[in-house]
């Protein structure tokens, strides 16, 4: 059973930046995914970004690319989310999840993700 822990949430100001980390309990091999998702209240869970293995590719919602980055550490463990320019609707729980036998068309897809982190707030706020 994977575990998935996440940190680097906060409160931000708008415009800042924050950096959220993810790391695994076991490496993955063989094609996978690891991604961030973000919950707002009273709104559906929603993809942010992802990286896939083999290949590192990097997807991202079309809304926050430019804005955010995702990159991983060497021994694939640990996966990072690096957010600028922050914005009050960034405000959120944001979760890392990991998917097996990924592929291109399925690393956005919720429900194709069958680990979950118990997620971090991030907050943007004056």
């Known amino acids: 059973q994977v575990q998935l822990v996440e940190s680097g949430g906060g409160l931000v100001q708008p415009g800042g930046s924050l950096r959220l980390s993810c790391a695994a309990s076991?490496?993955?091999?063989?094609?996978?995914?690891m991604a961030w998702f973000r919950q707002a209240p009273g709104k559906e869970r929603e993809f942010v970004a992802a990286?896939?293995?083999?290949?590192?590719?990097?997807y991202y919602a079309d809304s926050l690319k430019g804005r955010f980055t995702i990159s991983r550490d060497n021994d694939k463990s640990t996966i990072l989310l690096h957010m600028n320019a922050l914005k009050p609707e960034d405000t959120a729980v944001y979760y890392c999840?990991?998917?097996?036998?990924?592929?291109?068309?399925?690393?956005?897809?919720?429900?194709?993700?069958?680990?979950w982190g118990q997620g971090t707030q991030v907050t943007v706020s004056s």
């Open positions: 999840a990991r998917q097996v036998n990924a592929i291109t068309s399925t690393v956005r897809t919720r429900n194709r993700y069958a680990y």
């Open positions: 990286i896939r293995w083999p290949g590192s590719t990097a």
């Open positions: 076991t490496r993955a091999s063989g094609s996978y995914a």
